[in-house]
């Protein structure tokens, strides 16, 4: 239920989803899906908040790492179905602290007889994020300075803020996909 992303190495397929911290691992077998495998990214990486929903909207696979990216979007409280005409502008000016949504790690992936499995470490390698702080984290506190970005940052996905939705990479270099902003009616490509 509600996967939002999924990226395939050999015979194994990773997929996240929007209401979780996991990653979820398969085994492919032609046409069937065996041995799936629930790991928690709070196991593999120092979260601010293992528990809470990182809303994982990208994975990708390069050079035996996987990399995983939250959407980084602020949401709004929806207000209470009360039936009131009457409707609380500060509660609804109160965005939800969504600082977990703020994810761009990579994993170290070791080959198994059945395929691959992220891991914490592998020798020299070991997992890592862009560290989270109180704006979110370093990457989300660089976005909010941008002069393109930044006023994006300020808003919810749902109304034109930013939203990332993909990730590539290639050697060194992350390309994330945004949903949002769309400006000018170009998307936008952050490098």
């Not at 999924?6 to 929007?18: N, Q, S, Y």
């Not at 500060?90 to 703020?102: G, I, V, W």
């Not at 170290?108 to 862009?130: E, H, N, S």
């Amino acid at each position: 239920r509600n996967l939002s992303a999924a990226v395939r190495v050999g015979p194994t397929l990773f997929v996240g989803g929007d209401e979780s911290c996991a990653i979820e691992r398969l085994t492919i077998e032609g046409d069937t899906a065996r041995e799936h495998q629930r790991i928690a990214l709070g196991d593999l990486l120092d979260l601010e908040d293992s528990g809470a929903e990182a809303d994982i909207e990208g994975l990708a696979v390069c050079d035996e790492w996987l990399w995983v990216v939250g959407s980084h979007a602020r949401t709004r409280r929806k207000p209470p179905k009360s039936g009131d005409p009457v409707i609380d502008l500060d509660e609804l000016a109160d965005l939800k602290d969504t600082r977990p949504r703020c994810l761009l790690a990579r994993i170290p992936l070791v080959r198994t007889d059945d395929g691959w499995m992220p891991v914490k470490r592998c020798g020299k390698r070991r997992a890592g994020l862009v560290r989270q702080n109180k704006q979110g984290s370093e990457l989300a506190e660089a976005l909010c300075k941008d002069p393109l970005v930044g006023p994006f940052t300020r808003a919810p996905a749902k109304e034109g803020g930013l939203d990332v939705e993909g990730i590539a990479v290639c050697d060194n270099r992350v390309a994330l996909g945004l949903r949002g902003p769309v400006i000018a009616n170009n998307a936008v490509l952050l490098e």
